[in-house]
C-alpha cells in the first residue's frame, strides 16, 4: 500500500514539473513575441517619425530654393530634362545646375510646391527612340528627308546643341519669313481660295504643308501634292537655307527647329494633344535652353505614343 502511495505521488510530482515546464516555455515564448512586437512598433514609430522630420526639412528646402530662385517656376519641365539627361553637367544657366544639386525627394518638393503635376524622368533610352521616330515620320510622310538624313547617327547635328554651342545665343532666326506660301489664303486668315505666293516662316510653311498635303483627302487639294507647287519642307528648307553649305551650327540650328516641330506636331494628332502642365513662359535664350525645350517634346512623344505601341 505505501508503495503504491509513493508510486501515485511521484507520478503527480512529475505531472506537475511536465506542466511547469510547459507553462514556463509558453511564457517565454509569449514574452520573446512581446519583446518583438514591441521592437517592431518602436521602429515603425521611429520611422514614422523620421519621415516626418525628413518631409518637413524637404518642404523647408524646397521652399527656401524658390524664394532664392524666383524663375524656377517657368523653368520647371526645361530642370527636370536637365537632370535627367545631364545632372552632372556644369550647365551655362545657373539655375540647372542649382536644381541638379537637389536630392530627388527635394526636387519633387520643389516640383509640388510650384504647381506642376510633373514626375521626375528617370532612364535615357527614350531620346534615342524619339529621335527614330521622328525620322521614321518624316520619311514614312515623304517630307524631304531622304537625300540628305539630319538625323543620322542618333541626331548628332541635335546634339551638337549641348556639346558644342551650349552658351551660344539661340536667336529667332526661325520666324524670318522666307518661305513662299502656295495654300490657300482661307487657312490663313485671308477671305477667298486664291492662293496667295507671300512669305511665310518655315514652322508656318510646314503646317500648312501637313494640313494641305498629307492630312488632306479633297481632291481640289491634290495639286498640291506636286513638289513644283509645294516642295517638300525638308528639302524647302535645304534649299531656302543652303544647307549643304551651311555651317555645323546652322544645321544645328534647322534641326532643332524641325525636330521640335515634328514631334509636337505628332503629339497634337493624340485626342488629348500636347500636355498643358508641360507649357511654361521660360525663355529660351541659348541652345542650352533650346535643346531641352525640344527634348521635352521629344520625351512627350516617348511617354505618350511610342512606349504605348506594342
Not at 527636370?80 to 530627388?104: G, P, V
Not at 542618333?154 to 552658351?167: E, S, T, V
Request: with cysteine; net charge negative; glycine share 2%.
Amino acid at each position: 500500500m505505501n508503495c503504491d502511495l509513493l508510486i501515485t505521488r511521484e507520478l503527480w510530482m512529475n505531472l506537475i514539473m511536465n506542466n511547469y515546464e510547459i507553462i514556463t516555455i509558453v511564457l517565454q515564448a509569449l514574452t520573446l513575441i512581446a519583446t518583438i512586437a514591441i521592437s517592431v512598433v518602436l521602429y515603425l514609430l521611429n520611422n514614422k517619425q523620421k519621415e516626418k522630420e525628413n518631409r518637413l526639412k524637404n518642404e523647408q528646402l524646397a521652399k527656401a530654393f524658390i524664394i532664392d530662385n524666383s524663375d524656377i517656376n517657368d523653368y520647371i519641365p526645361i530642370c527636370i530634362i536637365a537632370s535627367a539627361l545631364n545632372r552632372h553637367k556644369n550647365h551655362h544657366r545657373e539655375l540647372y545646375n542649382k536644381f541638379n544639386k537637389l536630392s530627388d525627394d527635394v526636387q519633387k518638393e520643389v516640383i509640388k510646391q510650384c504647381n506642376y503635376d510633373i514626375d521626375l524622368i528617370k532612364g535615357t533610352e527614350w531620346v534615342a527612340k524619339s529621335i527614330d521616330y521622328v525620322n521614321k515620320f518624316l520619311n514614312d510622310n515623304d517630307l524631304g528627308n531622304g537625300c540628305n538624313n539630319y538625323l543620322y547617327d542618333n541626331g548628332k547635328y541635335l546634339h551638337y546643341a549641348i556639346r558644342q554651342y551650349a552658351d551660344k545665343e539661340y536667336d529667332d532666326r526661325c520666324y524670318n519669313r522666307k518661305y513662299k506660301n502656295p495654300f490657300p489664303s482661307k487657312k490663313i486668315g485671308f477671305h477667298g481660295d486664291k492662293c496667295l505666293e507671300y512669305l511665310i516662316d518655315f514652322d508656318n510653311y510646314c503646317d500648312d504643308y501637313m494640313f494641305y498635303v498629307i492630312r488632306s483627302i479633297r481632291e481640289d487639294f491634290k495639286i498640291y501634292k506636286s513638289e513644283r507647287i509645294a516642295p517638300k519642307p525638308i528639302k524647302y528648307l535645304e534649299i531656302v537655307e543652303n544647307l549643304p553649305c551651311a555651317t555645323n551650327e546652322e544645321v544645328c540650328y534647322w534641326v532643332l527647329d524641325f525636330v521640335n516641330f515634328f514631334s509636337i506636331y505628332i503629339i497634337n494628332t493624340m485626342p488629348s494633344g500636347y500636355p498643358s502642365e508641360y507649357m511654361s513662359d521660360a525663355k529660351i535664350e541659348t541652345y542650352e535652353d533650346k535643346y531641352y525645350d525640344v527634348m521635352i517634346s521629344l520625351y512627350l512623344l516617348y511617354a505618350l505614343i511610342i512606349c504605348k505601341i506594342k
